[in-house]
C-alpha cells in the first residue's frame, strides 16, 4: 500500500468513523441497542459477499485462523460494538468519545507488554498519552456537566471495557492473521459477530420495541455499507502495513471530525477549548508517530 493510498485511507476513516457517533445516536431511536448492530452488521454483510463473489475471493481458512477469527469476532463486535451501543444510550457523544479514546492506550500497553508484538517506546506511548489529554481538553464541558449515576457510571464503565476490546481485537489479528486476506478477514468476523449480536438481542431485547422510519434506515445502511464493510477492510489493509499502536490514533481524530461535522451540519459552537485540545492531540499523534530510525516498527 503506497503511502498516498495510506494517507488517503486514514482521512476517509476519520471522516466516517467520527460520523458514526451521531450515526448510532440516531439508529438507537428506532432499535434496541443489540438490535440495531445486528442490523448494522446484516446490512454490512451483502456488498462485502457480493464483492468475494464478484472476485472469487477464496473464503479458506485453516481450524486454527478459524478459531481466532471467532475469538476477534466476540471481542470486536459483542463486547467492542454491543457495548457502544447499550452504553451510547446513557452518555453524550463526547463522553462517549472520551471513554473510548482509551482504546489508543490500551492498544498500546497490550501490543508492548501482553502480546509483546511491537518494541516498547517512552516517546510512543508519551504521545499517546497527550493525545487522550487533547481529547479530555476537548470534551471537558460535556465531562463535567454529566450527573454520573448508576446507569451513567455503568455505561461508561461498557464503553472502557469496549475500549479493552477492541484493542485486544486489533493487537491479536496484527500479530497472528497479518497474512489473511483482509476481506476474507472482515467477512468471517462480520459475520460471526452479526450471528452473536442477533442471538443476544432476541435473547433480551423485544422485537416490539423495533420501530425504524426512514431516518434511521438511513443511518443503518450508511453504517453497514461504508462504515463497516469498507471501512474494516481499509482499515486492515492499514494495519499490514502500520503498527497498531499508531492506527489506534485513529480515534483521537474521529472526535474531532464529529465536532466539525456537528459545526457545519447544525451550528454547533466552537470554543477555544477545542482549538486548543485539537492541538494537543496532534502534538500527541506527531510525538507518537515519529521515531528515531534504530526503532523498529511493526
Not at 468475494?52 to 467492542?80: C, E, G, P, T
Not at 508492548?112 to 498519552?129: A, I, P
Not at 462480520?190 to 443476544?200: N, S, V, Y
Not at 433480551?204 to 431516518?215: H, Q, T
Request: glycine share 4%; proline share 3%; hydrophobic share 55%.
Amino acid at each position: 500500500m503506497s503511502k498516498t493510498a495510506r494517507v488517503v485511507a486514514l482521512i476517509f476513516l476519520c471522516v466516517v468513523w467520527g460520523s458514526t457517533w451521531v450515526a448510532i445516536k440516531i439508529t438507537l431511536e428506532g432499535f434496541p441497542p443489540m438490535f440495531g448492530a445486528t442490523i448494522r452488521f446484516a446490512v454490512a454483510l451483502v456488498p462485502l459477499f457480493l464483492y468475494i463473489r464478484r472476485q472469487k475471493i477464496s473464503l479458506k481458512v485453516s481450524k486454527k485462523d478459524f478459531k481466532l477469527l471467532a475469538y476477534s469476532a466476540f471481542l470486536i463486535y459483542v463486547l467492542d460494538y454491543g457495548l457502544i451501543y447499550w452504553g451510547e444510550q446513557y452518555l453524550s457523544a463526547g463522553v462517549t468519545a472520551i471513554f473510548f479514546a482509551t482504546f489508543a492506550i490500551f492498544t498500546a500497553l497490550m501490543s508492548n507488554f501482553v502480546f509483546k508484538s511491537e518494541t516498547f517506546s517512552r516517546r510512543k506511548f508519551f504521545g499517546v498519552m497527550i493525545g487522550f489529554c487533547g481529547i479530555m481538553i476537548v470534551f471537558y464541558d460535556q465531562l463535567v456537566s454529566t450527573r454520573f449515576n448508576l446507569l451513567v457510571i455503568l455505561a461508561s464503565a461498557a464503553i472502557l471495557t469496549a475500549a479493552v476490546s477492541a484493542a485486544a481485537s486489533t493487537v491479536l489479528i496484527k500479530k497472528f492473521l497479518p497474512d489473511m486476506n483482509t476481506v476474507t478477514l472482515s467477512f468471517y468476523q462480520l459475520m460471526m459477530g452479526t450471528l452473536l449480536l442477533a442471538i443476544l438481542a432476541f435473547s433480551f431485547e423485544s422485537p416490539a420495541a423495533v420501530r425504524p422510519n426512514a431516518r434511521v434506515w438511513i443511518a443503518v445502511v450508511y453504517m453497514g455499507v461504508v462504515a463497516s464493510a469498507l471501512a474494516f477492510v481499509l482499515y486492515y489493509k492499514l494495519l499490514k502495513n502500520m503498527s497498531a499502536v499508531s492506527l489506534s490514533l485513529i480515534i483521537y481524530v474521529t472526535p474531532i471530525t464529529a465536532l466539525m461535522l456537528d459545526y457545519l451540519f447544525f451550528g454547533e459552537v466552537l470554543h477555544i477549548r477545542s482549538f486548543i485540545g485539537m492541538a494537543v492531540i496532534f502534538s500527541g499523534i506527531r510525538l507518537s508517530s515519529s521515531f528515531r530510525k534504530k526503532t523498529p516498527t511493526a
